[in-house]
């Protein structure tokens, strides 16, 4: 599937609101197994809009490799998508598996006069970051 810049941002940033809603804070790992996909962008681009990092997590690695991955990562939330959720909910019952399209979060409005808040403490703003040295 594909996205115009306005969906990807508008998806990007009800899951960025979800995820703050659910306790995402600055620092926060939030696992990402998603296939390569559209999906992959919103999810990625969300969570980091929520201020928060995320943890790539590729869902094609064998089982073991998942579980030493889901061990070692330190997300309490893994988004992933519903074709997925049953095989990685069997590798590992720890972690809060999170739909990427479910109900209510796809749902959710999400104006844009709200945006999300970006430069919160201990995080770099895009005007911050080019604004520092560079070597090159």
């Known amino acids: 599937s594909s996205l115009t810049y306005a969906e990807l941002n508008a998806r990007a ?14 620092g926060t790992r939030i696992g990402v197994a998603i296939e390569r996909s559209a ?51 069997d590798l590992d019952r720890r972690h809060r598996l999170l739909r990427l399209r479910r109900p209510g979060l796809d749902d959710r409005v999400a104006p844009e006069a709200r945006g999300v808040r970006t430069g919160r403490a201990g995080s770099l703003t895009a005007s911050q970051i080019g604004s520092q040295e560079s070597v090159g």
């Open 39 to 89: 999906e992959l962008l919103v999810a990625v681009y969300g969570v980091l809009k929520a201020g928060a990092a995320y943890v790539p997590l590729d869902p094609s690695y064998p089982e073991g490799r998942l579980q030493f991955l889901f061990a070692d990562c330190g997300a309490a939330t893994i988004l992933t998508q519903s074709h997925l959720r049953d095989r990685l909910r």
């Open 13 to 26: 940033n009800r899951l960025a609101h979800y995820l703050i809603a659910q306790g995402a804070t600055p």
